[in-house]
């Protein structure tokens, strides 16, 4: 079992660092075309930028239009995923619409809201909320409607409350759903904000992106990309941590561990 689990921690790292070599060969041999460079060269690049007020300031941006349009689309994801599911009637009046808009890219808005906002923050935060209350909505909405009939059964029969049902028994049952709803959001999230700095000029990494590949600069431009990635990686990490802690208690958690 231990040789197992140090397997599966070392597996992927070995992986990832047969493919870096592998590139970084390939674009030393001139294998790969010019445009790219080698791993190392992006690296080194990439480590020049990083104290540069530039690039902090990319980050910081690009890190607040993410958090802002997540903490909507989860707000808004929540509260109408719990109506959704607690109300079926509500969910049979809007069903197609939903379905309509769930599977419209949030991308697709863009020309819309660049004349109704302009080429501003509020531009990614918009399309960022539109793109991560999905993931969200029908997660909760999963949730709500799995709570076991006998769970529903016992909190009447102990006289409790709307409240106290929503507390004790529908919340427990939601949080695992929830949990994997934000963690796909989260990646939905940073995705449309970046490609809205990139296709609508919107301040922050994805229009530095941009503007570097536009003027040939492709070194900063794959080491910025590289940061994107980094930062997805670390997101999904923090989430995926933060939800084996919190839900420790929860039996698909517990077969995990064991």
């Known amino acids: 079992m231990k040789r197992r689990s140090w397997l599966a ?3 992927p790292w070995v992986t990832t660092i047969a493919i ?3 590139q970084e060969i390939l674009a030393r041999t ?3 075309p010019s445009l790219i460079p080698p791993f190392t060269e992006t690296i080194a690049v990439g480590w020049q930028m990083l104290p540069t007020p530039e690039f902090l300031l990319g980050l910081a941006q690009v890190l607040e239009q993410f958090a802002v349009g997540l903490v909507i689309g989860i707000v808004v994801g929540v509260v109408l995923g719990i109506l959704l599911g607690a109300v079926p009637l509500v969910n049979q009046l809007v069903r197609y619409v939903l379905e309509f808009l769930r599977f419209t890219p949030a991308i697709v808005y863009i020309p819309i809201l660049v004349l109704l906002l302009g080429a501003r923050p509020q531009l990614s935060i918009v399309l960022a909320a539109l793109g991560s209350v999905w993931p969200i909505l029908y997660q909760t909405y999963y949730g709500v409607v799995g709570v076991p009939q006998i769970l529903k059964d016992t909190g009447r029969v ?3 409350t709307r409240a106290q049902q929503l507390r004790s028994i529908v919340i427990p049952t939601v949080s695992p759903f929830l949990a994997t709803g934000i963690r796909i959001a989260a990646s939905h999230a940073l995705v449309v904000v970046v490609a809205v700095q990139i296709i609508a000029s ?3 990494l994805g229009r530095d992106i941009e503007t570097y590949a536009a003027n040939g600069v492709f070194p ?3 080491a910025l990309i590289l940061v994107v990635g980094i930062i997805g990686f670390l997101l999904n990490w923090l ?3 933060l939800e084996r802690r919190q839900l420790h208690w ?3 958690y517990r077969e995990k561990q064991a």
Do not use: K, N, Q, W
Request: proline content about 0%; hydrophobic content about 50%; aromatic content about 8%.
């Open 9 to 11: 921690l070392t597996l």
């Open 20 to 22: 870096i070599a592998v």
């Open 30 to 32: 001139g294998v790969l």
């Open 158 to 160: 102990f006289g409790l």
């Open 202 to 204: 919107v301040e922050g």
């Open 220 to 222: 900063r431009m794959y």
């Open 239 to 241: 989430l995926e941590t």
């Open 250 to 252: 929860h039996t698909s």
